[in-house]
Nanobody, 116 residues
């Protein structure tokens, strides 16, 4: 499974970005998908998850601002990020976990920088 993440960039505080992740080489609907991030000097943390059944989970720090979604027909998972804050600055990673075997795959990361 290969994961191609895109959509990162530089944005001012209060702005929005939309990240996309396109897995290839697999049956996308059989995977739980998630976005993680790693900020400067911080550990990688879960931002949002959407299961194969489309149940969503969010980190408290992003609830109400970020929305994760998936389109199984287009093999795409997206993270809509609104009301961005400087503390959202991080490399964002797409993650896929096969829902039966729990084997995990990672994308290469996309940098989001939020200026104050």
């Amino acid at each position: 499974v290969q994961l191609q993440a895109s959509g990162g960039g530089l944005v001012q505080a209060g702005g929005s970005l939309r990240l996309s992740c396109v897995p290839s080489g697999t049956f996308f609907s059989n995977y739980d998908m998630a976005w993680y991030r790693q900020g400067p000097g911080k550990e990688r943390e879960l931002v949002a998850e959407i299961t194969s059944g489309s149940t969503t989970t969010y980190a408290d720090s992003v609830k109400g601002r970020f929305t994760i979604s998936r389109d199984n027909a287009k093999n795409t998972v997206a993270l809509q990020m609104n009301s961005l804050k400087p503390e959202d600055t991080a490399v964002y990673y797409c993650n896929a976990v096969q829902f039966l075997t729990r084997r995990s795959y990672w994308g290469q990361g996309t940098l989001v920088t939020v200026s104050s």
